[in-house]
């Protein structure tokens, strides 16, 4: 059984940074992708950044490219995101997601990702 646990949500200054972690169960060896997902209050859950564990294969929304970073330690099996130069409107929730490789390419949709993380707030104060 998958499961990740994220943490390191909280509150921040508009251009401060914040560390998310998200540790998983088991290990990820090989044919995965993991993901950071946020979903505002009566918004879709859009995907934030991925990376496959079997190479260094990133991506991210066009709104957080340059101030996010996506990292996997498969040692310490742990998912991060370190986000610099906070927004306000990087305001909402955040969830890790684990799923097959093939969804690091092409569409970035949640609906391809079957295990999640309960889910860490980030507040960005102007």
Known sequence: QVQLVESGGGSA??????ALSCTHSVAFVGNWCVAWFRQATGKEREGVARIGISGPNTWYADSVK????????????ALYLQMNSLKPE??????????????CAGLFSPRNFPYWGQG???????
């Not at 200054?13 to 914040?18: F, K, N, P, V």
Request: charged share 15%.
């Open 90 to 103: 990087d305001t909402t929730m955040y969830y890790c997601a684990a799923g097959g490789l093939l969804h």
């Open 120 to 126: 860490t707030q980030v507040t960005v104060s102007s």
């Open 13 to 18: 200054q508009a251009g401060g940074s914040l």
């Open 66 to 77: 340059g101030r996010f970073t996506i990292s996997h330690d498969g040692d310490k099996r």
